[in-house]
């Protein structure tokens, strides 16, 4: 009868929960061996997998003001530029614009399109106010229309291939790029109307652009 009494108080009182031994739960060790679990890369890969800039794209109106050997007086342009930023420090840049110069007291008006593309190298990249060099050539589509002292010459085109340098800065203020630079503009046109002039010039940009 007691060993029976004692069978059911033992069912009663259900399982005994198991204890850990004093030394390993004083000692912290599962606690410690908890995090170990989480799931951790390869030790190999641990901190080689860190994403790099991207490439970056910005887009907006470009002004400026040149004036070139000859002319009557220095003109104002507009246009629009591109630039495609392959590597923190290394950018490509494409712009179109139009402008209109007029020389020997105006009875030569020259309208030109120039298209160009250029390199743009940036020593500091990190920096706000970035400083860049700029090289690169350009296609300068010019229409030259004579007048006065000058009307018994025909009207002409002229497509003239064209290289340039300089140097510039950016202002980064979030999504929008302020830029501006000094570039020398070298031209060689191919009329034999135009050939004899001096159409060489220093050109000063000031471009707004939005990044993407």
Known sequence: MLIAAASVLLALAGPETPTLPRSLADEGVFEAAEPELQAQPPAAFRGRNQPGPGMQ???????????????????????????????????????ATWNETEYQSGDVDVTQYPVQVSGLIYPFPSWVFSPYLVAGGGWYYSKVDYSGAQASTP?????????????????????FVLDADLRYIFLDPTSNHIRQGEFDFWQATLGVNFSF
Do not use: C, M, N
């Open 155 to 175: 009207d002409s085109t002229d497509r003239t291939f064209g290289v340039h340098g300089g140097i510039g800065a950016d202002l980064k203020l979030g999504k």
């Open 57 to 95: 794209f910005s887009l907006g109106p470009i002004g400026g003001y040149f004036k070139p050997h000859g002319a009557d007086h220095g003109s104002w342009f507009a246009g629009i530029q591109a630039r495609l930023h392959l590597l923190p420090f290394f950018a490509l840049e494409a712009s």
